[in-house]
């Protein structure tokens, strides 16, 4: 399994709204990442966990709350977003150390819609 | 600096090779990799090249490093029309997590 699963693939809320993307992967990786995707640019780095804690926080708004419960979970919590913030939210993972070539894995990404 | 450009468009004729430039700034990075994002899609790794190496051929796709110009090219050989996509290189040193670079990203047009 090289999977990683985000949900839902499309959202769309208002401003007052809370929401949630939710990632899993089942390949043992312990490091997952968010990165947020605007049309016709690179992914930008959002947050990287790496044995269930924060270890990067790209100095992301707060209104954006990242949280890992577990080694195959990663989720991200949407509070009170602007409609700027609408992108594609990909969710990666990979291995922690050891001998890797640092690939990651990534999902086919959460298009979000702010209004 | 961790800036790492692209030329934004690429249009080739089925059938020819394809060659995408990069220019990256890092130049202790351990791998230089390739990824390719089809619309509406996660991006997925197409190949690397550790730092140490000049080339890399992996079937249809020859990957040339020159590190004393900060220069990566991606050839590919009889470009499909499944090519058509966007290409982005990547930097990253390894280590723990990966604190990865992506380039502007050139996107690719085949032509049938």
């Known amino acids: 399994d090289t999977e990683v699963t985000q949900t839902p693939k499309h959202l769309v809320m208002g401003m007052t709204n809370k929401k949630s993307l939710k990632c899993e992967q089942h390949m043992g990786h312990r490091a997952m990442y968010w990165y947020k995707q605007k049309a016709k640019k690179p992914p930008e780095l959002m947050f990287v966990y790496s044995y269930e804690k924060l270890s990067i926080n790209e100095s992301v708004p707060s209104r954006f709350s990242p949280e890992c419960p577990n080694s195959s979970l990663l989720n991200l919590h949407l509070h009170a977003l602007q409609p700027e913030d609408s992108a594609l939210y990909l969710c990666a993972s990979s291995r922690y150390r050891g001998r890797n070539t640092g690939e990651l894995f990534f999902g086919e990404g959460s298009r979000l819609t702010v209004l | 600096g961790e800036d790492v450009e692209q030329s934004l468009f690429l249009s080739v004729r089925e059938g020819d090779s394809s060659v995408i430039n990069c220019t990256y700034t890092d130049s202790s990075s351990t791998y230089l990799y390739w990824y390719k994002q089809e619309p509406g899609a996660g991006l997925q790794l197409l190949t690397y090249?550790?730092?140490?190496?000049d080339m890399k051929q992996d079937q249809r796709l020859t990957v040339l490093l020159n590190k004393k110009d900060k220069h990566l090219s991606l050839r590919i050989a009889d470009t499909q029309t499944g090519d058509s996509a966007i290409y982005f290189c990547a930097e990253s040193i390894t280590g723990g997590y990966q604190k990865v670079t992506f380039g502007t990203g050139t996107k690719l047009q085949v032509i049938p």
């Open positions: 090249i550790f730092s140490n190496m």
